[in-house]
């Protein structure tokens, strides 16, 4: 079991960086900044990979959660990333990344207590 929630603790560290930079960040700054850029892209790869490491059923008790388009935006960054704007990334950032966190500390806390 200890092995299938690593995926979740690397997600949740990604999502804490994430939130480093939206903390000492405007949307402004985070545009100008492409140390900031790439690092965002970077940490929502590693998302998006770590999502992909899941169990399918644990995903399944979540299904407000977009898990295809967090698998999909992994995809996105490597192979078309032109495509992605800084808009999209700060997205994640400010909203996206609150939210998945919500669901990742609840998904963890099922787990942790079995």
Known sequence: ???VLIPLHDILSEIEFLHSIRDRSTFEQFKASSSDLRAAAYSVM???EAVR???EDWLAEYPA???HAIRSIGNKLRHEYQRV???ILW???ADSAVELEVTLRDMLGKRART
């Open 1 to 3: 079991m200890k092995d």
């Open 46 to 48: 590693v998302i998006s």
């Open 53 to 55: 490491r899941i169990p």
């Open 65 to 67: 959660t977009p898990w």
């Open 85 to 87: 704007s800084e808009a």
């Open 91 to 93: 997205g994640i950032i």
